[in-house]
Every structure is written in structure tokens, then in C-alpha cells.
Nanobody
């Protein structure tokens, strides 16, 4: 089992930056894939970014590429999402997730999820 806990969300203005953290505990392996997803009201959960804990591969949704950066601190079992140049359309509940096998954009293939944290970007 893996437990995930997000932190760092909040209310910011358009153009601001925010860094989300996700602390993992339990059985965490270096081969795991760490991902971030988000869900806005009335919309489906969508992929934001993912990376292997080893750091070899990263993937970003087109909507956040060049603005968001995913990174990990394996010593702390923590994954981060640095969000710059935030836009009102980035407003959503952000979720951290773990996939045990492969880097993928499909939320259905992730095995563990955090409880989510609200990010609100005002215009």
C-alpha cells in the first residue's frame, strides 16, 4: 500500500506561481511512476504531468507544458509540481497518483491516489 498526501494548494492570482507537494509513505519503489492529475467542476479528471521516480522520463499535458514542472525528491519520497504563469483555467482539484508499472496519461491505470487539493486562480 502507498499513502499519498498533497499540500501547497490555495488561492492565487493569474500569473502567479504555486508549488504543490505530494508526500508518499508505505511501500514506495524507485520504479514507480508519479503523476499529477486535476479535475475541474463538471469536468473529467485530466492528466497534468508524470515522471518516473528515477527521473529518466517526464510527460506533460500540452495545456501546461512550459509552465509546469514535475520533479521528485526520492530521499523525501516526495513529488512536486511547480506551477508558473497560472491561468484561471488551471483552477481545479489537483491529485497526486502512483502507477506501479508504466508512465501513462490514463488515470484508470494509476493504483494509488491522494485526497486532492484545491488550486484556485483568480483573474
Amino acid at each position: 500500500q502507498v499513502q499519498l498526501e498533497e499540500s501547497g494548494g490555495g488561492l492565487v492570482q493569474a500569473g502567479d506561481s504555486l508549488r504543490l507537494s505530494c508526500a508518499a509513505s508505505g511501500r514506495t519503489f524507485s520504479s514507480y511512476i508519479m503523476g499529477w492529475f486535476r479535475q475541474a467542476p463538471g469536468k473529467e479528471r485530466e492528466f497534468v504531468a508524470a515522471m518516473s521516480k528515477s527521473g529518466g522520463n517526464r510527460d506533460y499535458a500540452d495545456s501546461v507544458k512550459d509552465r509546469f514542472t514535475i520533479s521528485t525528491d526520492n530521499a523525501k519520497n516526495t513529488v512536486y509540481l511547480q506551477m508558473n504563469s497560472l491561468k484561471p483555467e488551471d483552477t481545479a482539484v489537483y491529485y497526486c497518483a502512483v502507477n506501479k508499472y508504466a508512465l501513462t496519461r490514463s488515470p484508470n491505470l494509476y493504483h494509488y491516489w491522494g485526497q486532492g487539493i484545491q488550486v484556485t486562480v483568480s483573474s
